[in-house]
């Protein structure tokens, strides 16, 4: 156990990974860097340098740097994993889905069912989501409800570095294509991580708080965010469930459920879209199966319906904040 | 465009295997058209007819450690790279059996066991998918290649640019074959591509590149060959773009009229490629037309057989609807 | 007024379209066909004949047949949109979203926004949905929530011939980027339609039929299924309120809230998936702002969470019924 | 690669003009990159220095009727074809007044009036973009050219081979400019481009296209010249490669270790477009050092004045957020 951030972790599940099975392989732009150039080699360690240091231990037959070619390089990504490679490709921003969405919505989410259950697709897919950095409407989304609209994917949305080991470990040795989505503004959070190699099982959401009067589930980023609302309502005396559910598909509704059971109140933090978004899909999955338990409205914390704007101050009222949280966890408590 | 020219002849008894795989596929397609018009057949189909000299010759350089990525024009390709011509039928049909398990149909016909992978919705894909195979093939120290199958109207999707580019970029064992049988649907080739060339875009994305003439067997035999073997000695991808007429409409049901008329009679007049392979085969190979026509016959009942038995299988069991949707089921 | 079939109303209100305005040029695969070739001009009119006849009436400058290239001759409506044409671009089968994705959720979407309101992107693109027609996995998509899940664009998705053609007429007057997505099993559905041109107001719902005891919300083809089991509901005496969106953005939420505040219950009947679906999307938004009202749970009525099978018996089971839809009422009608 | 040699030789005046862009251009940059370092600009910025030749050689050809699409590196550009310096500088620092009202930052500089298009997120997207402003020219029959500026490894994008495609089958105004400065990010150009000549491409689409010297001012603006005069004569797209050295980092902060040591030292000394201008000036056209001088001078006062004004400007209205989302707000 020591102390490591969000990135270290991933690049430990990584390194482990690949140690564990030598048919894991990264394939990205600028995972090295450096590739053809008079320089240093693993010049960048990627985009987002969680990947440093690993082609120096596995070489550049394994750390494969990409032309900036997402279609040919996530498509490739599939063959190989459909070819019994267990490949793990970076979409450097989820933003970027749009040049490659054929390859992940339609290829390797359908591959095992349209060919009669044939084949599997051991494919891991990284990429960074999240607001937060001035970089405007086209490199700061969080566009992981468009990957659960699509049975055949499985998509893992990690909030702490201890999450983000585990569940990438588990993502690496699944047999079907996940999505793993890295915020990047939790790159830097840091936390006691284990050092050994370990595995957090899809479809288990972590219970952060335990309350009883009010279930707020978030994912992601959110969840610290929410952890700073819950701890700042419990002063209030309002205790609140906090439900991180890790992994939107699969998605652990048994825990959502029995914690709407005895709280009757629902709300729902996130920083994916307010329509068609995992906030909607929670809302409407609690709406139909638990309506009984409900006490007062489904209340969605998420960004406006508008793009992402850059200027730090109108960014800063587009992401959810505690104070967004409070009131609605209050408006829920009035019923 | 690079020569491509090493001589790759086929021997007396690859010439029998090639006609046999090219006169089931036209029988299976002339069979399937006839079929398609008495309106027993389901949902949409692409006849291979015309082109059959391209699977044939590009299979028989391939083995077991090899990919073939077909095209949405599949039938042809799936029964030159050996698929059971049943489960092909009964897959076509939609029915209990079919290869896919009548899940995917016509244009997804798929074999993992020969390494047969089916073409995606979007044409085109198979160039990037093919990388990959080549890549596992290059992992495992496999000895394979990877063949692409591409449309001429597919070449012009951006994710096969990209793909000749990342094959290059990464020397992968991939072959590109380009099946130009002039049209994309209803639009000529001569409109869509510019320069009416897409053997030029090999040397452009760093890959040699060959032009031939589909209606000869000998021809692409050969320009596959080299390619493949190319590949196959870590020499890197290539294109070879396959001229080859299209016998029927885009898909079954289409009226062509966008062709000129006459145009299908005077190709299948001077450039069908089985019958030019098979006067060849009589007039320079020693083959009796009895010993031909014989293989005929015997096709004739193999595809009598499949369309039977097709016929009579019944619809996939209904559990199939939410079967295969994941490899691993834990925490769904 | 004449009798006038879906297909032949969509082509109308092209027609019309392009006569009153010289601006709307027509940009697709095969929209006209024969190019190039020895045979007939327009000898396709469209993979879908559409537009047929249209080429002849306006040449090829405006009816633009296109290599099979979505995301550049996309890419090229949204440019020739935001330089002020009026452009109607076909892709063929919204499954194709995929590679041409970028163009539409982020540049056509986005356009306005993150170059500060200084353009408008009046670009219309038409697509095909649902299935139906034994086309697999990759054919029969129904994908317009991800259209709706980015702000910036329209969403339109008639279910008559008579509205598919006034709202095609406002689709391609509005200034701002519209989905227009027509379901290819509706093609050959015949109604009277007025012959001169006319539009019909973006975000205001149809009310179909009115009942009082269930609100029924469906969408595209599924409202004539829907109003197959409304008319069987009303025969064992409960009558269903049915209402038919027609777009999913702008959503008129007043129309479904006035409905629901009188029934307390609500069914959504939808062909799109049941995962951050435009089922999910209406029923957070009821569970959010009608709750009050409600006396059942929300149910949605949506295939499962699965690809689209090719074989006809899997496919009739994955497409909501009837039957599907009478139970869900009666479940709801059970509070 | 197809040679163009037609000879289009810049006046004195348009010399004058060009250095003063160049030197506009140099000094924002040089500028930016001391703010920078000092924490003093939010968000993330790609400098121009080093590709000035490209830009104010392209722009001297175009008129208030053609469209000049940007990439994200994008000051120089924007500032060649003539932005509002203040704006443009607000805009970087995503204040009230910048150029998209700060909702877009230094990517994205936009300016609809000027006909100068901002780059999307996605790289090359500009390609596809630019046949749409081209077709719109040609439907209005402006007289007008689009020029798409392209990076080298935007190059890579599917939609741009699909562009080239495009363009030339409806044998569109455009002219695809791509400023190849030897990277992407901290991947060079000659491992990602296969053949390491995106020139080559132009013919394998269609389209003629040349290679030039992108610290050769008068090179550069030949080339530029003579394809957008082809264009707007109906000639057709073309493209023109532009070797342009990058003098700073993909990005302010990027530690270049990929680069050679004394690499960007180097081709600081001899391939910088600006000093090469000013050299020639003085040698070939009579300019004094003195006059030269003097528009530095000026040029100072006004990237300290932009400065300045953005460091003092306010934050957007909060009420942007909500703004501008759609063109037509009935029925939302
Ligand atoms: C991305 C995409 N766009 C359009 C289509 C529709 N489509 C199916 S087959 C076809 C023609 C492809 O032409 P070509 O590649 O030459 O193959 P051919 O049919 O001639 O064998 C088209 C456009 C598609 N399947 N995918
Ligand atoms: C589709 C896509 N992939 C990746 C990126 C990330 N990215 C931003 S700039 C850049 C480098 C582009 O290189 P080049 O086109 O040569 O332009 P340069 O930065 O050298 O001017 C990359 C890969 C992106 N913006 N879009
Ligand atoms: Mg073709
Ligand atoms: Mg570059």
């Given at each position: 156990m020591?102390?490591?951030?969000?990135?270290?972790?991933?690049?430990?599940?990584?390194?482990?990974?690949?140690?564990?099975?030598?048919?894991?392989?990264?394939?990205?732009?600028?995972l090295?860097?450096?590739?053809?150039?008079?320089?240093?080699?693993?010049?960048?360690g990627?985009p987002?340098?969680?990947?440093?240091?690993?082609?120096?231990?596995?070489?550049?037959?394994?750390?494969?740097?990409?032309?900036v070619?997402?279609?040919?390089?996530?498509?490739?990504?599939?063959?190989?994993?459909?070819?019994?490679?267990?490949?793990?490709?970076?979409?450097?921003?989820?933003?970027?889905?749009?040049?490659?969405?054929?390859?992940?919505?339609?290829?390797?989410?359908?591959?095992?069912?349209?060919?009669?259950?044939?084949?599997?697709?051991?494919?891991?897919?990284?990429?960074?989501?999240?607001?937060?950095?001035q970089?405007?409407?086209?490199?700061?989304?969080?566009?992981?409800?468009?990957?659960?609209?699509?049975?055949?994917?499985?998509?893992?949305v990690?909030?702490?570095?201890?999450?983000?080991?585990?569940?990438?470990?588990?993502?690496?040795?699944?047999?079907?294509?996940?999505?793993?989505?890295e915020?990047?503004?939790?790159?830097?959070?840091?936390?006691?991580?284990?050092?050994?190699?370990?595995?957090?099982?899809?479809?288990?959401?972590?219970?952060?708080?335990?309350?009883?009067?009010?279930?707020?589930?978030?994912?992601?980023?959110?969840v610290?965010?929410?952890?700073?609302?819950?701890?700042?309502?419990?002063?209030?005396?309002?205790?609140?469930?906090?439900?991180?559910?890790?992994?939107?598909?699969?998605?652990?509704?048994?825990?959502?459920?029995?914690?709407?059971?005895?709280?009757?109140?629902?709300?729902?933090?996130?920083?994916?879209?307010?329509?068609?978004?995992?906030?909607?899909?929670?809302?409407?999955?609690?709406?139909?199966?638990?309506?009984n338990?409900?006490?007062?409205?489904?209340?969605?914390?998420?960004?406006?319906?508008?793009?992402?704007?850059?200027?730090?101050?109108?960014?800063?009222?587009?992401?959810?904040?505690?104070?967004?949280?409070?009131?609605?966890?209050?408006?829920?408590?009035?019923? | 465009?690079?020569?491509?020219?090493?001589?790759?002849?086929?021997?007396?008894?690859?010439?029998?295997?090639?006609?046999?795989?090219?006169?089931?596929?036209?029988?299976?397609?002339?069979?399937?058209?006839?079929?398609?018009?008495?309106?027993?057949?389901?949902?949409?189909?692409?006849?291979?007819?015309?082109?059959e000299?391209?699977?044939?010759?590009?299979?028989?350089?391939?083995?077991?450690?090899?990919?073939?990525?077909?095209?949405?024009?599949?039938?042809?390709?799936?029964?030159?790279?050996?698929?059971?011509?049943?489960?092909?039928?009964?897959?076509?049909?939609?029915?209990?059996?079919?290869?896919?398990?009548?899940?995917?149909?016509?244009?997804?016909?798929h074999?993992?066991?020969?390494?047969?992978?089916?073409?995606?919705?979007?044409?085109?894909?198979?160039?990037?998918?093919?990388?990959?195979?080549?890549?596992?093939?290059?992992?495992?120290?496999?000895?394979?290649?990877?063949?692409?199958?591409?449309?001429?109207?597919?070449?012009?999707?951006?994710?096969?640019?990209?793909?000749?580019?990342?094959?290059?970029?990464?020397?992968?064992?991939?072959?590109?074959?380009?099946?130009?049988?002039?049209?994309?649907?209803?639009?000529?080739?001569?409109?869509?591509?510019?320069?009416?060339?897409?053997?030029?875009?090999?040397?452009?994305?760093?890959?040699?590149?060959?032009?031939?003439?589909?209606?000869?067997?000998?021809?692409?035999?050969?320009?596959?060959?080299?390619?493949?073997?190319?590949?196959?000695?870590?020499?890197?991808?290539?294109?070879?773009?396959?001229?080859?007429p299209?016998?029927?409409?885009?898909?079954?049901g289409?009226?062509?009229?966008?062709?000129?008329?006459?145009?299908?009679?005077?190709?299948?007049?001077?450039?069908?490629?089985?019958?030019?392979?098979?006067?060849?085969?009589?007039?320079?190979?020693?083959?009796?037309?009895?010993?031909?026509?014989?293989?005929?016959?015997?096709?004739?009942?193999?595809?009598?057989?499949?369309?039977?038995?097709?016929?009579?299988?019944?619809?996939?069991?209904?559990?199939?609807?939410?079967?295969?949707?994941?490899?691993?089921?834990?925490?769904?």
């Open positions: 020591s102390v490591k951030s969000y990135r270290a972790a991933i690049r430990e599940a990584l390194e482990h990974e690949m140690q564990r099975d030598p048919d894991v392989v990264l394939i990205g732009q600028d090295a860097g450096g590739a053809g150039g008079g320089g240093e080699d693993d010049a960048w990627g987002m340098a969680v990947t440093k240091g690993l082609v120096g231990k596995f070489g550049r037959e394994r750390v494969l740097d990409t032309p070619s997402e279609a040919a390089s996530i498509g490739a990504a599939v063959g190989a994993a459909a070819a019994g490679l267990r490949p793990v490709a970076e979409l450097m921003f989820c933003d970027f889905i749009g040049v490659c969405c054929d390859q992940i919505l339609n290829q390797a989410a359908k591959y095992r069912y349209t060919f009669g259950g044939q084949d599997q697709v051991p494919l891991t897919i990284r990429t960074t989501i999240g607001a937060g950095q970089l405007g409407s086209q490199h700061s989304q969080a566009l992981y409800p468009l990957f659960s609209y699509f049975p055949g994917l499985k998509v893992v990690p909030a702490t570095a201890y999450d983000a080991k585990g569940l990438l470990a588990t993502a690496i040795r699944d047999n079907d294509p996940v999505i793993f989505c915020h990047r503004l939790l790159y830097r959070l840091r936390e006691d991580v284990p050092d050994e190699s370990y595995t957090i099982p899809f479809g288990e959401a972590r219970i952060v708080e335990e309350g009883g009067d009010v279930t707020v589930v978030a994912l992601s980023r959110m610290h965010v929410a952890a700073e609302a819950v701890r700042a309502l419990r002063e209030d005396g309002i205790d609140c469930d906090l439900i991180d559910p890790r992994t939107t598909t699969p998605l652990d509704t048994d825990t959502i459920f029995d914690s709407v059971e005895a709280t009757g109140r629902l709300v729902i933090v996130d920083e994916a879209g307010p329509r068609c978004g995992t906030a909607s899909d929670i809302a409407a999955i609690v709406a139909e199966e638990m309506f338990a409900l006490r007062a409205p489904i209340r969605r914390v998420t960004p406006p319906y508008a793009p992402v704007p850059a200027a730090p101050e109108l960014e800063r009222s587009y992401v959810p904040d505690a104070s967004r949280i409070i009131a609605a966890v209050r408006s829920v408590m009035e019923r | 465009m690079t020569e491509l020219s090493t001589p790759y002849a086929p021997s007396r008894e690859g010439l029998r295997g090639a006609y046999r795989t090219m006169r089931r596929i036209r029988c299976f397609e002339e069979r399937l058209h006839a079929e398609f018009a008495a309106g027993r057949v389901p949902s949409s189909v692409h006849l291979y007819a015309g082109q000299a391209s699977a044939a010759a590009i299979c028989a350089h391939l083995g077991a450690q090899d990919y073939l990525h077909n095209t949405h024009r599949a039938h042809g390709p799936a029964i030159a790279r050996g698929a059971d011509l049943i489960a092909i039928t009964k897959e076509i049909y939609l029915r209990a059996g079919g290869l896919c398990q009548g899940k995917g149909g016509s244009p997804h016909l074999d993992a066991r020969l390494r047969l992978i089916g073409a995606n919705g979007g044409v085109g894909s198979g160039a990037a998918l093919a990388c990959g195979s080549a890549l596992a093939i290059r992992h495992r120290q496999e000895n394979g290649v990877a063949v692409a199958l591409l449309g001429d109207g597919a070449c012009n999707q951006g994710v096969v640019s990209e793909s000749f580019n990342l094959a290059s970029v990464w020397k992968l064992p991939v072959v590109f074959a380009i099946e130009n049988n002039g049209y994309a649907e209803a639009t000529a080739t001569s409109y869509a591509i510019a320069g009416d060339n897409l053997a030029a875009r090999g040397p452009a994305f760093g890959m040699p590149s060959t032009r031939v003439d589909g209606a000869d067997y000998f021809a692409v035999h050969e320009a596959a060959g080299v390619a493949i073997e190319c590949a196959r000695s870590g020499g890197g991808p290539s294109l070879v773009e396959i001229m080859a299209r016998f029927y409409g885009h898909y079954e289409d009226a062509q009229k966008y062709r000129a008329p006459g145009e299908v009679a005077e190709l299948r007049r001077t450039r069908d490629c089985l019958t030019r392979l098979r006067q060849r085969m009589i007039d320079e190979y020693q083959f009796s037309t009895a010993e031909i026509d014989a293989m005929d016959a015997e096709i004739g009942v193999d595809i009598d057989r499949a369309f039977a038995e097709a016929a009579a299988a019944p619809p996939p069991d209904p559990a199939l609807l939410m079967r295969d949707i994941y490899a691993d089921r834990s925490g769904l």
